[in-house]
């Protein structure tokens, strides 16, 4: 955070300013979901990974507007010796930034560079969880919330690919936000089946 002295300028000048409705598909349904079907083994089994800590949010509400007044304060700064994720606003008498290292303090995630296990993991061709609970080619988001939906306390699922799908269905609704008739992440449906590679992800 810095004075208005880190000001250079608006990208959108206040004369150019105008109104608009924003909407947002990120939400906590997801949250719900799982705490809804999980037993309590498996919730114990999701509460160690990297996106554990998220059972303990509560509802989110979007406030449109108050986000759409902060996007028309973005701007420009002087001397930035930041890398291009850098976004500054011009917000009361002082210039906040949000980066990835904001990102990080707010969701509690960890960000850094690709591994080279990583990066072989995304060479892979097929994910055994579609080939094992999806006959489609094409895994959308209301597939694997449908799933969770008739997932009863007595299924035949093993442990481990429950809090698997647990993630991505965290990822896709709460983290990344879609809309549930779009693909998920493929390359995510392949990283999560080694779990360790997952939760140490990037």
């Given at each position: 955070?810095?004075?208005?002295?880190?000001?250079?300028?608006?990208?959108?000048?206040?004369?150019?300013?105008?109104?608009?409705?924003?909407?947002?598909?990120?939400?906590?349904?997801?949250?719900?979901?799982?705490?809804?079907?999980?037993?309590?083994?498996?919730?114990?089994?999701?509460?160690?990974?990297?996106?554990?800590?998220?059972?303990?949010?509560?509802?989110?509400?979007?406030?449109?507007?108050?986000?759409?007044?902060?996007?028309?304060?973005?701007?420009?700064?002087?001397?930035?010796?930041?890398?291009?994720?850098?976004?500054?606003?011009?917000?009361?008498?002082?210039?906040?930034?949000?980066?990835?290292?904001?990102?990080?303090?707010?969701?509690?995630?960890?960000?850094?560079?690709?591994?080279?296990?990583?990066?072989?993991?995304?060479?892979?061709?097929?994910?055994?969880?579609?080939?094992?609970?999806?006959?489609?080619?094409?895994?959308?988001?209301?597939?694997?919330?449908?799933?969770?939906?008739?997932?009863?306390?007595?299924?035949?699922?093993?442990?481990?690919?429950?809090?698997?799908?647990?993630?991505?269905l965290i990822l896709e609704m709460?983290?990344?936000?879609?809309?549930?008739?779009?693909?998920?992440?493929?390359?995510?449906?392949?990283?999560v089946d080694d779990l360790d590679?997952?939760?140490?992800?990037?």
């Amino acid at each position: 955070m810095g004075g208005t002295k880190l000001l250079e300028s608006l990208k959108i000048k206040e004369c150019d300013r105008f109104p608009s409705r924003v909407t947002g598909y990120c939400n906590c349904e997801s949250i719900r979901l799982i705490k809804s079907r999980l037993i309590p083994k498996q919730l114990e089994l999701f509460g160690v990974t990297c996106f554990g800590h998220f059972l303990n949010v509560g509802d989110m509400v979007l406030s449109g507007q108050f986000w759409h007044h902060i996007l028309l304060r973005e701007c420009h700064v002087k001397n930035a010796n930041e890398n291009t994720s850098s976004l500054w606003y011009h917000v009361g008498n002082g210039v906040i930034r949000f980066s990835t290292v904001e990102f990080c303090l707010v969701s509690g995630l960890t960000f850094g560079a690709y591994s080279e296990s990583i990066l072989e993991i995304f060479k892979r061709k097929d994910s055994r969880l579609r080939r094992s609970y999806f006959q489609d080619s094409k895994v959308h988001v209301k597939m694997i919330i449908d799933w969770f939906r008739n997932l009863g306390p007595n299924n035949k699922y093993s442990d481990d690919d429950i809090v698997k799908l647990d993630l991505i269905l965290i990822l896709e609704m709460t983290l990344v936000g879609k809309d549930d008739r779009t693909s998920i992440l493929y390359w995510a449906l392949q990283l999560v089946d080694d779990l360790d590679a997952f939760n140490k992800f990037p």
